[in-house]
């Protein structure tokens, strides 16, 4: 509705701080990289150059060796935690010790083919620090064949069960005293508990004990899982680097063959037990045994099976609204905890993209109908109960606006 709409452009341009956009005012106050691609996917619905901004705002933190860091502390705000003296990163701009899904590529796609020839000298300038993250991860995070992650942040699904058989390994004891903020701003019954916080604080503090050497993070850090969520995204990514590549007159070979390389590792994260894509913990070689939303962006990487489809109508069938990030029919589900059980319009959105490309057009309007309800009926929230529609987390959320003005509504 034109209502919607016009509110969703302001939540975008509200949570606007000058060429980068907060993901929502008070929880997340800084720059975040995947929520700012999916920004950049908002903007260019009303503002193309607006669009491209978001995304060379974000590549302006990239490290020297290639990644691109999952948080930018443009200005101090001590309304958040752990903030920059906590990571210790010594960048600048300040930023994170890990990187977050590399939707980006994906995202300039998107982006570019609104309008190639007013896009062209921005993704011209885009493209190589693009391919030098891509580069990153395949160099620093796909050792395995899959790719791996060393923080659950890193997987942008912070809480999912997926991680938990990682994060038992995990020593939170020792992290000293410190002052959680996102309960400050949002329902602690709808964040990660507390157990998992010291966790996430001793892998950081793990990583700024040795300088933020990535190497040493993987061969001796606390946390190392493959991440089936970000292999099928990389995998998409690289075919989009590709594309965008080629329509540069670039030779793309390199990235064609990372892309083959991925490709031919996924078989070694499908679960037979579980019956789905799993994470796995690289330290010991075993499967978290859980299953959740992450399995099913293999739609986006071109991967099927009527198996894959068998367990998509499991999951979905036993919740209301959009897919469940967790499986329903598990005792860790909790509908409406962050990652454990709640829908996520932005992973409606990237399952919808991998669906209708497989040709799956009923599931995926039915996806989106069910996620443009939640967002009618509630507002622009970060996420939603699946079983009764219940808005949780952080309100006026970028990405969930720039969601809805792209696919939802
Ligand atoms: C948070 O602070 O909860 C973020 O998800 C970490 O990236």
Not at 93 to 109: D, F
Not at 223 to 250: Q, V
Request: glycine share 10%; charged share 25%; net charge negative.
């Amino acid at each position: 509705s034109p209502a919607l709409d016009e509110q969703a452009r302001a939540i975008l341009t509200g949570n606007d701080r000058g060429g980068y956009t907060v993901p929502t005012d008070g929880l997340y106050p800084y720059q975040w990289n995947w929520d700012s691609a999916f920004a950049a996917w908002g903007f260019a619905t009303f503002d193309l150059d607006r669009a491209w901004t978001e995304l060379d705002t974000l590549f302006s933190a990239q490290w020297a060796d290639g990644m691109v860091p999952h948080i930018i502390f443009h200005k101090p705000d001590p309304g958040y935690f752990p903030g920059p003296d906590v990571w210790g990163t010594g960048q600048s701009p300040e930023t994170s010790g890990i990187s977050q899904p590399p939707v980006a590529a994906t995202m300039a796609r998107l982006i570019f083919e609104m309008d190639a020839e007013a896009g062209r000298d921005r993704l011209a300038a885009l493209y190589p620090r693009m391919l030098a993250w891509h580069r990153w991860w395949r160099d620093q995070r796909c050792g395995s064949g899959v790719v791996a992650i060393t923080h659950p942040w890193e997987s942008g699904r912070d809480n999912c069960p997926d991680w938990d058989i990682g994060m038992a390994n995990v020593d939170g004891s020792n992290v000293g005293e410190y002052t959680r903020r996102d309960t400050g701003h949002v329902d602690a019954s709808m964040r990660p508990g507390k157990a998992d916080y010291d966790r996430y604080i001793a892998m950081v503090q793990f990583g700024r004990d040795c300088g933020w050497d990535q190497s040493e993070i993987v061969a001796n850090g606390p946390f190392l899982m493959a991440d089936p969520g970000i292999t099928f995204i990389l995998l998409r990514a690289h075919d989009d680097l590709a594309a965008l590549g080629r329509a540069l007159g670039h030779d793309v070979s390199e990235v064609e063959g990372w892309a083959a390389d991925l490709r031919a590792a996924v078989p070694s994260i499908w679960n037979a037990e579980t019956r789905g894509f799993d994470a796995r913990d690289l330290k010991t070689g075993r499967f978290s045994g859980r299953i959740g939303s992450a399995a099913f962006l293999a739609y986006l990487a071109n991967v099927e099976s009527p198996e894959l489809d068998a367990r998509m109508t499991e999951l979905w069938d036993a919740v209301r609204y959009g897919f469940p990030s967790a499986d329903p029919a598990s005792e860790e589900f909790d509908p409406r905890r962050y990652w454990r059980g709640p829908s996520w319009p932005v992973v409606n959105a990237l399952m919808a993209i991998g669906l209708t490309d497989r040709g799956r057009h009923a599931a995926a309007e039915r996806l989106r109908r069910e996620t443009a309800e939640l967002i009618e009926a509630h507002g622009f929230f970060e996420y939603f109960d699946p079983i009764d529609g219940t808005p949780c987390g952080g309100d006026a959320f970028t990405w969930t606006a720039a969601i809805w003005l792209t696919w939802a509504g």
